[in-house]
């Protein structure tokens, strides 16, 4: 059992024992390897760079222009990008391990429990190990590069939502933008 696995006990005001590991505790599961990094560092960047872009570059040509701006074209984009933080933020911070799950819920669900001959937990049938991440991840569907982390059972619902905001906002930008593009392609 490694150190960030080891559980810590705790008093609750009532006195209750509570036990949680750091993993628990502290739940983001930050990319490991390089190219995870560096796309979870670009995603983190692009999207405040994109809105000071719009804001100060596009936004005040039109203005100079003489158009009239629409002020809810700026809002939803910012509507937009604090939801798709918030949907990352889910989906790094949830935890897809078997062993998220309570013991008896483990065994409600399925008779049989594995253990991973590569990480040594406890596995339903359905999880699937990654060799990215090097964990069991349960309904696991693809280790997505972009957050750095497995998208599985539980932030699945997440990174679909986080992937249709982002498309919104492409949409939304190109749109808008149109205009803005063939000013300096015909110049």
């Known amino acids: 059992m490694s150190i960030r ?3 810590k006990t705790g008093q609750c005001k009532e006195g209750l024992q509570q036990t949680a590991t750091d993993a628990e505790q502290m739940n983001w599961n930050l990319p490991s390897n390089i190219r995870d990094r560096a796309a979870f560092t670009l995603f983190l ?3 405040p760079l994109d809105l000071l872009y719009e804001r100060y570059v596009v936004t005040e040509h039109y203005l100079n ?3 009239h701006i629409n002020c809810y074209y700026y809002g939803l984009l910012v509507f937009c990008a604090l939801n798709i933080y918030i949907r990352l933020y889910n989906v790094v911070t949830i935890d897809n391990r078997p062993s998220s799950l309570p013991l008896d819920r483990k065994l409600a669900i399925h008779t049989t429990i594995e253990t991973c001959e590569k ?5 339903p ?3 699937h190990h ?5 964990v069991c991840i349960l309904k696991r569907d693809h280790h997505c590069w972009f957050t750095g982390t497995c998208i599985g059972l539980h932030n699945q619902a997440n990174f679909v939502i986080l992937v249709w905001y982002l498309w919104l906002v492409a949409a939304i930008e190109t749109a808008y ?7 300096f392609i015909q110049c």
């Not at 990654?130 to 090097?134: A, G, I, L, P, Y």
């Open 177 to 183: 933008n149109m205009e803005f593009v063939c000013h």
């Open 125 to 127: 049938p359905e999880s």
């Open 119 to 123: 990480c040594g937990e406890l596995r």
């Open 5 to 7: 696995n080891k559980p």
């Open 130 to 134: 990654c060799k990215v991440c090097n």
């Open 65 to 67: 222009q003489g158009h």
């Open 45 to 47: 960047i692009a999207g």
